[in-house]
């Protein structure tokens, strides 16, 4: 079985806190179910639970580079130079990143608001990117961003590999098959 969670913002991706803090226990009534990959507390989207054990570690070994995108908020106004480095890959201090495919978008029209909301400044506006990458480094996406000049105001994991979180809505999960990625169940929180 593989669960898709749109893991909200503040949320941890363990089943338990021992300082009261939210995790997927609160979203996630199905028992012996693992998350495949973590998404930081501070992030939004998609995270991929499984009771298989061979699956999970497929979806996580990074010699398989399974693709994952982002929407990612940017302080500042994205530039053809910020994108080009990108793609080239970005030397972080554990060494150069894998190239990533990345592209300026227009603020998602799937997004729900975050809760609370990102801090704004009056004078910098922001930009969105749509930043794939084939590696899972700690917190890789906004250490790039900030590389290139633009750091991380806001960051959604929109897809791994072929499952994605359009048409689940925010603090929501379906499951799905192994194979066929079809929905099996539709719940707010199964």
């Known amino acids: 079985m593989i669960i898709l969670f749109n ?11 021992e300082q009261g803090r939210r995790t997927l226990a609160d979203y996630i009534k199905q ?5 495949a990959g973590r998404l930081d507390r501070d992030s939004e989207g998609l995270v991929l639970l499984t ?26 106004e994205i530039t053809d130079d910020a994108i ?8 972080l ?14 603020q998602p029209e799937a997004l729900w608001p975050r809760i609370p909301p990102i801090r704004e400044r009056k004078n910098i506006p922001t930009s ?22 633009f750091p ?4 959604i994991r929109f897809s791994i590999g072929d ?9 929501a999960s379906i499951t799905v098959g192994y194979c066929d990625n079809k929905t099996s169940d539709r719940d707010s929180g199964l």
């Open 163 to 171: 499952w994605s979180i359009e048409n689940i809505d925010n603090g």
């Open 84 to 91: 080009e480095q990108l793609h080239k890959g970005i030397k």
């Open 7 to 17: 893991k909200p913002y503040d949320v941890l991706c363990q089943f338990t806190d």
């Open 128 to 149: 969105w990117i749509e930043l794939s990458i084939t590696e899972g480094r700690n917190r890789q996406v906004r250490r790039m961003t900030a590389a290139t000049g």
């Open 51 to 76: 009771d298989d054990g061979k699956l999970q570690h497929t979806i996580t070994d990074p010699k398989n580079k399974m693709q994952k995108t982002y929407w990612v908020q940017v302080e500042g």
């Open 31 to 35: 028992k012996n179910v693992y998350a």
């Open 93 to 106: 201090k554990d060494g150069l990143t894998r190239p990533a495919k990345a592209k300026a978008i227009p």
């Open 152 to 155: 991380t105001l806001r960051l």
